[in-house]
């Protein structure tokens, strides 16, 4: 019985160390040069050092759309099949690609934290 009792322990132990390191990062507020702004919280998943995807939110949307953790070789991409946050030495850019003129790819804009 006691060795029973031990063996929740521990269970209960590693489940609840594993929710407190999944931490939310964030959420950030940014306002772009194009007018528009948008909120991003990066999603630290469970085990992981760094966050692995990020939630964007746009104002004239309650849906989260999820970016994936694309790598980089210095700075930071998060990005899906329509939109993409870069981060590199302190500069944001926003792209979303649906805004992109007659034979051109998107150009992404730059953005600026705003506190909230």
Known sequence: MILFRLIVAGIAI?????????????PFHF???DGSS???TFVKAE???SPMIARLTLPKSKDAIIL???GGASGIHYANDRYAYDEWH???SFKDSSKKGKGKSAQGVACHE???
């Open 38 to 40: 948008f909120t991003i």
């Open 47 to 49: 085990g992981e050092s």
């Open 90 to 92: 302190g500069n944001v």
């Open 31 to 33: 306002k772009c040069d």
């Open 68 to 70: 994936t953790n694309k």
């Open 14 to 26: 590693v489940l609840l160390s594993s929710v407190a390191c999944a931490e939310d990062i964030g």
């Open 114 to 116: 705003v506190k909230k």
